[in-house]
């Protein structure tokens, strides 16, 4: 069998839930931007907690684009004394605690956030891609089946793609991960996880031909990461064809001349580079 270049679709990213990911969305209902006096506007109204852990919220999530962490762990934590069971106070604090390697602390609030909103597809999204992350594969999946059951889900096909990358990452499962693969694309035909992960599938199932049709679908629809140039290069290695391999090794090597995937390149039999 060939060797497995998966990558799992950036699976835990708190970049998404500060709206920087496209790949792995922890969706949260954008809020107006508040600023510190409006925070305290808000606490004086002890009859509005809701406002006021939703300013305290909206806080903590600019103070962590800014790296400020301590600052944005201060509001989290003021916005669930205001509201305990405020849903997007557990999601952003629990990544939060992830971000800051505190996997227990960030565990137990996705698992409050799906316990509170059990049919929300962003709930158990995110928790479902936090067990992925931690290895709970299983677990996770629970979870991702739970989010397809909400027929309000705004972004279906990162939904399917986190499933399916979830398997690749627990192994085997080609056939089930492509079956998710297959609904992103019908949701989103130009998906670029789903249609990088595909390429990847067949790959692994050795149909080399059509993953390179669906690797070549990727590179129209985004700008190819290290693990996409050294994944084309390989499937072009597979079919025969020693130019367009060596062109995309040379891509590789000229783009992201420190990537592991350049240290992997370097790493095998010269005849195979």
């Known amino acids: 069998m060939p060797h497995s270049f998966a990558r799992f679709a950036g699976m835990m990213c708190v970049g998404a839930i500060l709206g920087a990911c496209a790949s792995t969305t922890t969706n949260i209902a954008p809020q107006k931007i508040p600023t510190q006096e409006t925070a305290h ?28 962490l301590d600052v944005a762990m201060e509001n989290l934590q003021k916005a669930l004394q205001y509201d305990p069971n405020y849903v997007d106070a557990h999601t952003v604090i629990a990544a939060l605690y992830q971000r800051i390697g505190n996997v227990t602390a960030a565990d137990q609030h996705y698992a409050r956030a799906a316990e509170l909103a059990p049919k929300s597809g962003d709930a158990n999204n995110n928790y479902g891609q936090f067990l992925c992350a931690e290895g709970k594969y299983v677990q996770a999946q629970t979870y991702f089946g739970r989010a397809m059951q909400d027929p309000f889900y705004k972004t279906p096909e990162v939904l399917y793609a986190n499933a399916g990358s979830c398997l690749l990452k627990q192994g085997g499962h080609l056939d089930e991960a492509a079956g998710y693969f ?4 019908d949701v989103s035909p130009n998906n670029p996880d789903a249609l990088y992960q595909m390429a990847n599938v067949l790959y692994q199932k050795e149909d080399y031909f059509h993953a390179r049709a669906f690797i070549q679908r990727f590179e129209a629809a985004a700008k190819p990461d290290p693990a996409a140039l050294l994944l084309a290069r390989n499937i ?4 025969g064809h020693a130019d367009s391999a060596r062109d995309y090794a040379k891509r590789l090597r000229q783009d992201f001349p420190d990537s592991q995937q350049v240290r992997d390149l370097d790493a095998a039999a010269p005849e195979a580079q």
């Open 41 to 68: 506007v808000s606490d004086s109204k002890e009859n509005k907690t809701e406002q006021a852990a939703q300013v305290r919220v909206e806080l903590g999530r600019r103070y962590m684009e800014q790296g400020k």
């Open 236 to 239: 072009e290695v597979k079919l």
């Open 182 to 185: 297959r609904k992103a694309l």
